[in-house]
């Protein structure tokens, strides 16, 4: 599809509008992230600001596993099993921290929350058993190949996912990169997921955690025990956040506290759900989709797609060479603000999100449609097709 | 490299040598006893309780413009980590300037008064047009929302503040060595006090703490407009129905708060162990945020106690890690486990009361 749209006659647009592959699988992998982040905020109004704890977890569980530091669990185990581990070493997690946090509400929810999270974030941060320089991160070592989707035991429904270690496969007349390969195995798994986390939520489960969220003294009033419905619901969603955590792991080889533990990739999930629509279980992978869209088109050094590189193709030397101000040029200034400074413009696209559009993307949709869009979507065709 | 310069250069971001630290740990690890009775020698825990003070002066300073402006408004105002950051750029930028002016430490320190008031009339001007602009059309929405616009702030300010820097070839590194240059003699020596060894820089810093706290409670007590903070602390309709304009003294508050946080910036930028640097916002940040809930939201006294404890607990604990314990975190992860316990034991914090802010 991307490359079919980039061969095309407006090629040279399309590589600047749309997102690499690359991009597509952290998008995916965050995406599940910040769908359990809003399983748990959007769906009981619980804001889990700590919620990267559990990404971590299940990052850290992973690289871990496979660099032969977890007991029990040796680096020969498959990927789905080490997964599987990562979510309920994250569940876990979420279970302890949630039977104290719970007690609290609003602002010391999401206080607490990121106290605990700070509190692991620099343990890890500091742990000499992680890894030599815990500060930098820990990789996994060149012997382990790469990890694999699908069934384990079965090495025809394997395919191993990342972008330097992942599988390329030759289907009939149609090859797949390793990382396109990656594209549809973590595309995969997040879908899983997604349709799991969407059975919770349609589930008579699911209809409490709303209820919470709505009026939590009133689904007391009705009997339901909401502390031990809150604490599942937590439990849930730190499970796939292990498993989000898992993946980026999986694909990336390598993990930093930076970039799992810190309280900041929490602030990264938030922003996908609010873009997306808080309350929309699909609208943090719309979110993560904008936000990251808008990071590669704002911001792309050189290599790749972009408005940065398209502009100097474009402009010509002439006008990039016009003074400005001060001895300031034209391509200074766009190479001063489009050189990797996407976060001001996604703050402002935030900003704004938050100010004008409450109801985030999807929610904005489903609003003008009248209910959840694949439900409607066939009768508006059907009226356009008459 | 001393162990302390290691300590320094990994716990915040790599800055210079510590020449502030009455502490010198030339001391292996040794058992927890041995290290126990070291501590608890009188030279060594009035050192660790002058360098807490010092930290707790500082830690008071970034979290009371947050208190105010929750204790008032009930906004969790998540760009107060930022609006410290532009203060202790600004703040350097001015001693910069107007350093090839002084000659001598008293010179020095008077222009670093000069840089306080430009700085604090800067951030005022900045949160006020903060609170006009944005934060204003949200107080009718759930105070959720009020957590996300400043969310969003922060990313906004940060990475303009990041491209100014970058821009102006502010620092090929994360410190800013000259405006730390521009501190006085006086304060960079270490003065002999009785038995036990203060720096002058820890000297001024619990001096203008002491200041800080003094001018907010004096504020807060003296004039109409803290009455006014006061009574819309306590109950915000109430004090409308009393005819007080709550609009403007939102404003207000959350441009004094501002004002504040760039203060604590300016003090700073003159600090080894901190420095102006962009990831300043999200490290200032978590440490008021942790001061102001321990102490209870929105109260200035259980700010200024908190500060205290969180300050010297941050003291003994660097000193705990320099000399017996083998964990670089040790007083960042105690900081944190201050904020859960309290949160567990006492969610409303030292002087919290059950409920505050509300519109």
């Known amino acids: 599809m991307y490359d079919v749209l980039v061969n095309s006659p407006v090629g040279a647009e399309m590589t600047a509008i749309l997102p690499q592959v690359t991009t597509m699988v952290t998008v995916f992998y965050f995406a599940l992230f910040a769908m359990s982040f809003d399983f748990i905020s959007g769906y009981t109004g619980y804001l889990s600001f700590g919620h990267a704890a559990f990404y971590g977890a299940g990052a850290y569980a992973v690289v871990l596993a496979a660099n032969g530091k977890v007991p029990l669990v040796g680096p020969e185990t498959p990927f789905m099993l080490l997964l599987l581990v990562a979510g309920l070493l994250a569940a876990v997690l979420a279970v302890l921290i949630g039977a104290v946090s719970f007690r609290l509400t609003g602002v010391y929810f999401a206080m607490i929350t990121l106290g605990f999270s700070q509190v692991l974030y620099v343990f890890v941060r500091d742990w000499d058993y992680v890894g030599s320089n815990p500060r930098d991160g820990v990789a996994v070592p060149g012997g382990v190949s790469g990890f694999e989707v699908g069934v384990p035991g079965v090495d025809a429904l394997n395919l191993a996912i990342g972008r330097l270690a992942g599988d390329s496969v030759a289907l009939g007349f149609v090859e797949f990169t390793g990382t396109g390969v990656s594209y549809y195995m973590v595309g995969l798994v997040v879908l899983v997921c997604y349709f799991a986390m969407q059975r919770i939520i349609h589930s008579p489960f699911g209809r409490v955690m709303i209820a919470i969220r709505e009026n939590e003294e009133r689904a007391k009033a009705v009997g339901y025990n909401t502390f031990r419905y809150k604490l599942g619901a937590f439990a849930i969603s730190a499970f796939f956040a292990g498993v989000a955590g898992g993946l980026l792991a999986g694909f990336k080889r390598s993990v930093a506290p930076e970039g799992t533990f810190y309280f900041l990739v929490a602030g990264d999930a938030l922003l996908a759900s609010i873009i997306g629509g808080f309350g929309t279980l699909a609208g943090p992978l719309f979110g993560r989709l904008f936000d990251e869209s808008v990071r590669e088109f704002l911001s792309k050094s050189g290599e790749g797609g972009g408005l940065l590189p398209w502009l100097r193709d474009t402009l010509g030397e002439g006008v990039l060479a016009t003074e400005l101000y001060n001895g300031l040029t034209v391509g200074g200034t766009i190479e001063t603000f489009l050189n990797g400074h996407a976060a001001l413009y996604v703050g402002i696209v935030f900003v704004l999100f938050v100010l004008f559009v409450p109801d985030g993307l999807l929610g904005t949709v489903r609003q003008r449609v009248g209910g959840p869009v694949g439900k409607h979507l066939p009768a508006h065709l059907r009226r356009y097709l008459r | ?359």
């Open chain 2, 1 to 359: 490299m001393t162990l302390t310069a290691l300590l320094l250069t990994t716990l915040f971001e790599p800055i210079t040598l510590a020449s502030a630290t009455a502490l010198d740990a030339t001391v292996p690890l040794v058992g927890f006893f041995e290290a126990l009775v070291d501590f608890l020698a009188p030279e060594t825990l009035a050192s660790v309780v002058v360098n807490g003070l010092a930290k707790a002066a500082l830690y008071i300073m970034l979290a009371a413009g947050l208190t105010l402006i929750f204790g008032l408004m009930g906004v969790l105002n998540f760009a107060h980590g930022s609006l410290t950051m532009i203060g202790a750029y600004l703040g350097g930028l001015v001693m910069v300037l107007l350093v090839g002016s002084a000659t001598g430490s008293l010179g020095r320190l008077a222009l670093f008064f000069v840089a306080i008031v430009v700085v604090f009339g800067l951030l005022i001007a900045l949160g006020g047009v903060l609170e006009v602009g944005l934060i204003r059309r949200l107080y009718d929405r759930p105070p959720i929302y009020q957590i996300l616009l400043t969310f969003g702030v922060t990313l906004t300010l940060d990475e303009l503040a990041r491209i100014v820097v970058a821009f102006y070839g502010l620092q090929p590194i994360s410190d800013w060595q000259a405006a730390l240059a521009t501190k006085p003699a006086i304060l960079t020596q270490s003065l002999p006090l009785g038995p036990i060894n203060a720096s002058g820089l820890a000297g001024f810093q619990i001096l203008a703490g002491v200041v800080t706290v003094a001018g907010i409670y004096g504020f807060l007590t003296q004039t109409r407009y803290g009455l006014y903070i006061r009574a819309g602390s306590e109950d915000t309709e109430m004090a409308q129905a009393l005819g007080i304009d709550v609009r403007r003294t939102f404003t207000v508050v959350f441009a004094l708060g501002a004002g504040i946080a760039g203060i604590a910036g300016v003090f700073l930028m003159w600090d080894p162990r901190w420095g102006a640097s962009v990831p300043l916002a999200a490290e200032t940040l978590l440490p008021a945020f942790v001061v102001v809930i321990v102490g209870g939201l929105g109260t200035f006294r259980g700010t200024v106690v908190a500060g205290l404890l969180v300050g010297l607990v941050d003291a003994s604990m660097t000193w705990w890690f320099q000399n017996a314990v083998n964990f670089t975190g040790l007083p960042q992860m105690t900081i944190f486990l201050i904020l859960v316990l309290m949160l567990i034991v006492k969610p409303q914090g030292i002087f919290g009361v059950e409920e505050v802010g509300g519109h």
